[in-house]
């Protein structure tokens, strides 16, 4: 039998990431690998797939942007629409993971996998994670338990959904978490331990567009300033996300400027900075879900 054909689509990141010294998971420069080394860093990938590249980016994912995720979107859907191809995996730094990720999978047409994967430590690190991640994410990618799930995050031998996947301490391996559902499953082998809870499912035509609206996130703290809004609303925002104290509690300084802002004809969303909520989604990933909203406005 032939072995699935996955095409790997690479942003760059610590996954690609080289330091001067094997001990040093810090200082490093993300982005020096090239898609096609990090494939050979890992051999027994040619047992899994049969593998195809893109450079799409090399960047650290810290300087990712919207303006970025439109070109992976349409990177992402041109390689699912190839009969070809059989699934995707793109590799992406760990700081932004977790927002280009969802916009892919609010926007992407689902069926074929797609797998987002990372690492913690630089290619040149000891014990390096990138690797084993790649080999489980590819593996992912292959199974056809991955089909229909929407877009996926393995990273230290876990599975998370695009929805759920947090990325929740600095340099740890296991950074990524799934916090009100824990992970999906396990990569190595595919193994899935329940289905994600899912919304409806739909494509946004992305060729027409060429930017995404403008959204900001407002951390509201003990004290914080009204006065935030309507300085976002002058920086041009179409829509603003307030990550609010507890269960998304707004201030009462806060209502008058609230209402001005929607008036205003800015869309304003409440969010829990917590994080932590079952029915409702983090400040980032409600920021990123706010972006595709207004395009369906437009």
Wanted: with cysteine.
């Amino acid at each position: 039998m032939s072995k699935p054909r996955i095409h790997l689509i690479a942003t760059g990141g610590t996954i690609a990431g080289v330091s001067a010294s094997a001990t040093d998971t810090t200082a490093y420069r993300a982005g020096s690998l090239t898609a096609q080394a990090l494939l050979d860093t890992v051999p027994p990938l040619a047992e899994l797939a049969e593998l195809s590249v893109e450079q799409l980016y090399n960047l650290d994912s810290k300087d990712m942007s919207p303006q970025h995720w439109l070109g992976l979107a349409r990177a992402a859907r041109a390689a699912l629409e190839r009969d070809e191809v059989d699934g995707v995996v793109i590799t992406h730094g760990t700081d932004t993971l977790e927002e280009s990720a969802f916009f892919l999978d609010l926007v992407l047409p689902p069926g074929k996998p797609v797998v987002f994967t990372c690492a913690m430590r630089p290619s040149s690190a000891l014990s390096a994670d990138g690797p084993m991640n790649l080999y489980g994410a590819v593996a992912v990618a292959c199974s056809a338990e991955a089909a229909g799930l929407g877009v996926l995050v393995v990273s230290n031998d876990r599975i998370h959904t695009a929805r759920e996947a947090t990325k929740a301490h600095p340099q740890a391996l296991d950074a990524f978490v799934s916090p009100d559902t824990g992970p999906l499953g396990w990569a190595r082998p595919p193994t899935f331990l329940h289905r994600p809870v899912r919304g409806a499912a739909r494509a946004i035509e992305l060729d027409a567009i060429d930017a995404l609206p403008q959204v900001e996130i407002l951390t509201v703290a003990a004290g914080s300033s009204p006065r935030l809004l309507n300085a976002c609303i002058g920086t041009g925002a179409r829509g603003i996300i307030l990550a609010l104290p507890g269960n998304s509690s707004l201030p009462q300084s806060w209502e008058a400027a609230l209402a001005a802002a929607r008036a205003a004809g800015c869309s304003v969303l409440v969010a829990s900075r917590t994080g932590a909520d079952p029915l409702a989604l983090t400040p980032l990933k409600a920021r990123v879900r706010l972006i595709t909203t207004l395009l369906d406005e437009e």
